[in-house]
């Protein structure tokens, strides 16, 4: 069934710092995912906080909002038939030891931490994240 939606990705800091923005932003693009929005951002440790905040109970919390605020990100707005399945699918698993070959965390991430790419998990969660990035 034919479903546009718009969900959140960031681009993390590991991914920014290596100049692989533009080659993921065209892996959207290639799968169909329009890019509606984009910025480049340095966002704190409390705000990266509040992004996490379903993480709060997880050992890897505090390291991984440390992580998010420690460079810049590029954070985007993709539109498209299925766009929340289809931008995880894009990206593969969380450890890019195990992602799928070609996927973005396969093909750029270094580890589960500093794996390139963030992607909503759900429409729910892809809507309070856009509204986390780009509520005016
Ligand atoms: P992301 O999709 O941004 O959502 C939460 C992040 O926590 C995840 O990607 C990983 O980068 C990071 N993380 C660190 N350790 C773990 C872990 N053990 N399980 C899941 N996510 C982890």
Do not use: W
Request: proline share 3%; glycine share 4%; hydrophobic share 35%.
């Amino acid at each position: 069934m034919s479903s546009i939606e718009q969900t959140l990705s960031i681009i993390k800091p590991d991914a920014v710092e290596r100049n692989l923005t533009d080659k993921i932003k065209t892996i959207f693009t290639e799968n169909n995912l329009k890019i509606k929005e984009t910025k480049k951002l340095h966002i704190t440790k409390d705000e990266a906080s509040e992004f996490y905040k379903v993480h709060q109970s997880k050992p890897f919390y505090n390291d991984l909002c440390g992580y998010l605020s420690s460079g810049p990100i590029v954070v985007l707005i993709l539109e498209g038939d299925n766009a929340v399945k289809i931008n995880r699918k894009l990206m593969g698993a969380t450890d890019p030891k195990k992602a799928e070959e070609n996927t973005i965390r396969k093909l750029y991430g270094i580890s589960i931490d500093k794996n390139s790419v963030h992607g909503s998990d759900s429409l729910e969660n892809a809507k309070k994240e856009i509204d986390f990035f780009f509520k005016s």
